[in-house]
């Protein structure tokens, strides 16, 4: 925190909407029963893996809402490979801070 006292600690939960090997389909419905675990001392952002999800089922965030979302394109459109998408929500976008650079 800027003004020195102490923030919320930040908790990450992440999982797939859908297993990649045996196709089970987990309940959306913990993304809400996450985040219901927040408290001002320590809060709960939710990581929603839609890659093999969104491909077959819809997938309404305005219900569901998670922090992030993670996809796929090439298991949406077939191609092209190693191309994909992380989607924030603005609330979330928050807590993303850079604190390193680095690269190759």
Known sequence: QLDG?????????????????????????????????STHAAQWRVLLDAAAYVPTQPLDLREVSPD???????KMFG???????LLVRVDAAEGLKKLFWGGG
């Open 5 to 37: 006292e102490p923030g919320p600690v930040y908790n990450l939960f992440a999982f797939p909407a859908e297993d990649n090997f045996a196709g089970v389909k987990y309940p959306l419905l913990w993304i809400q029963q996450i985040r219901a675990k």
């Open 79 to 85: 191609y092209p490979t190693g191309l994909g998408a």
């Open 68 to 74: 992030f979302v993670a996809l796929s394109f090439y």
